[in-house]
């Protein structure tokens, strides 16, 4: 089946403006996540959404970075007054009940360069 | 200290080869151990998972958890160079819906 979408794949962008990034997640997964891989970095957490609401914003490195989700499916990821750090691959992943745990399905990430 | 420290390599070994990839962790509450392998300009693809200490095997793949050591490792035995990407190890507390904690990656190659 279909797995985890996201769009765009590449993102550039100036300094200053705002960013939306967008994942489609798995259907009928009901989690989903966002991270950020940078350069020399693992990958990072930045909120996870349970259904509609985010229990955990606890990884969102600033106020300028917010998410929302909508009819527990299609997530976006909006950074305003983007700034050079926040060049990075921003990944989503959705997850589902394996054998024994949840198992989390990440899709391709959006590539984000902000000059 | 990183909760999860991963030597980021590059790793560089000949096709057929045994590959040992590792990571070492500090918090002893986590009881579940991922691999994820990460092709290039690609998102990771979940590899297999073991709960708390042990073996486990998938194919040419195997994981292996000390928990004393707070130390886990993958082996590919008869390495391909399909094989070649960076592999991501990843820990959580528990087997519900919560975030993962990765390292870095370690990049493999597979010379033909």
């Known amino acids: 089946g279909a797995g985890v979408s996201q769009s765009p794949s590449n993102k550039v962008t100036e300094k200053g403006k705002d960013v939306e990034l967008r994942c489609d997640p798995i259907?009928?997964?009901?989690?989903l996540y966002w991270y950020r891989q940078s350069l020399g970095q693992g990958l990072e957490f930045l909120i996870y959404?349970?259904?509609?609401?985010?229990?955990?914003k606890s990884g969102l490195p600033s106020d300028r970075f917010s998410a929302e989700r909508t009819g527990g499916s299609v997530s976006t990821l909006t950074i305003q007054r983007t700034q050079q750090e926040d060049s990075a691959v921003y990944l989503c992943?959705?997850?589902?009940?394996?054998?024994?745990?949840?198992?989390?399905?990440f899709g391709p990430g959006t590539r984000l360069t902000v000059t | 200290q990183k909760e999860v420290e991963q030597d980021p390599g590059p790793l560089s070994v000949p096709e057929g080869a045994i590959v040992s990839l590792n990571c070492t962790y500090s918090?002893?509450?986590?009881?579940?151990f991922m691999w994820y392998r990460q092709y290039s300009r690609k998102g990771p693809e979940l590899l297999m998972y073991?709960?708390?200490?042990g073996n486990k095997e998938d194919g040419r793949f195997t994981a292996q958890v000390d928990k004393s050591s707070k130390y886990i490792s993958l082996f590919i035995r008869d390495s391909q160079p399909s094989d070649s990407a960076t592999y991501l190890c990843?820990?959580?507390?528990?087997?519900?819906?919560?975030?993962?904690?990765f390292g870095k990656g370690t990049r493999l190659s597979v010379i033909a």
């Open positions: 073991t709960y708390s200490s």
């Open positions: 990843a820990m959580s507390e528990n087997s519900g819906n919560t975030p993962l904690v």
């Open positions: 918090n002893s509450a986590f009881q579940y």
């Open positions: 959404f349970q259904g509609n609401s985010a229990p955990d």
């Open positions: 992943a959705s997850s589902v009940m394996g054998s024994t745990a949840y198992e989390q399905y």
């Open positions: 259907s009928g997964h009901t989690a």
